[in-house]
């Protein structure tokens, strides 16, 4: 096997790899939907939701360079919030916590 052949091996098994991935985070996915919507729907549920969201605006007016950890960092705390947070819950959900911030 020539190295541009073991490339595209390991290629194809790193695409397999991510799909598998990305099947069960969306089978977890289901299964959490139910639940964030009962916690996000309380009062302190709202109210924690919509502090994470506002905190991860703040982040984005972030005003001097930083270096490529820190940003990572930061970007991590965005995805989650986005995944958890406004992604998982349904539509009238999140609008309840939108209109606690």
Do not use: H, W
């Amino acid at each position: 096997m020539d190295n541009s052949s073991k490339i595209l091996s390991s290629y194809q098994q790193y695409m397999e790899e991510q799909k598998k991935q990305q099947e069960q985070a969306l089978k977890i996915l289901e299964e959490l939907k139910p639940v964030a919507n009962r916690i996000f729907s309380t009062e302190d549920g709202k109210k924690v939701a919509g502090r994470m969201i506002k905190f991860c605006r703040l982040l984005e007016a972030e005003p001097r360079v930083l270096p490529p950890e820190e940003l990572q960092r930061l970007q991590a705390q965005k995805d989650f919030v986005n995944l958890f947070v406004t992604k998982l819950v349904d539509r009238e959900v999140f609008i309840n916590i939108l209109r606690e911030i």
